[in-house]
């Protein structure tokens, strides 16, 4: 049988125990909306950091077809002049609804073989394959 003394420590260590426990539990309920954050910005610089790590194992890509110097708005402000091409259909952003012309529009290109989502997703129209640009160019 423990001694008296032996109880007693072992009930003061228990009781340091819970106590501590108690003390990380009322730290942490209050300073919760602070410890979030803490985490929120560590994700966030965790994932800049990692972006900026991966940029730099990747070798370059092709240019963009807009970074060439045809392209670079003149010391005027206007864009250089585009040779005229075609467009092929494809999906708008909007903030509204398409019309029903843009639904009758992508049903014929699904028809024609476009492999897209059977409707037109929310959020987003059709627009039909049209000329751009100008023959000054």
Do not use: C
């Not at 494809?90 to 049903?107: D, L, T, V």
């Amino acid at each position: 049988m423990e001694s008296p003394d032996t109880e007693q420590s072992t009930n003061a260590k228990a009781s340091r125990a819970r106590s501590a426990a108690a003390a990380v539990k009322g730290f942490a309920r209050k300073h919760r909306k602070t410890i979030a954050g803490a985490g929120v910005g560590l994700a966030v610089i965790g994932s800049a950091v990692l972006r900026e790590y991966l940029n730099s194992q990747l070798p370059p890509g092709p240019p963009h077809e807009f970074d060439a110097p045809e392209h670079l708005p003149r010391s005027d402000g206007q864009r250089q002049p585009v040779s005229q091409h075609s467009v092929q259909g494809h999906f708008m952003r909007i903030s509204g609804r398409p019309s029903e012309r843009a639904k009758a529009n992508y049903a014929a290109a699904l028809a024609a073989g476009f492999d897209g989502p059977p409707e037109i997703p929310p959020g987003w129209t059709w627009r039909d394959e049209h000329d751009r640009g100008s023959d000054a160019a």
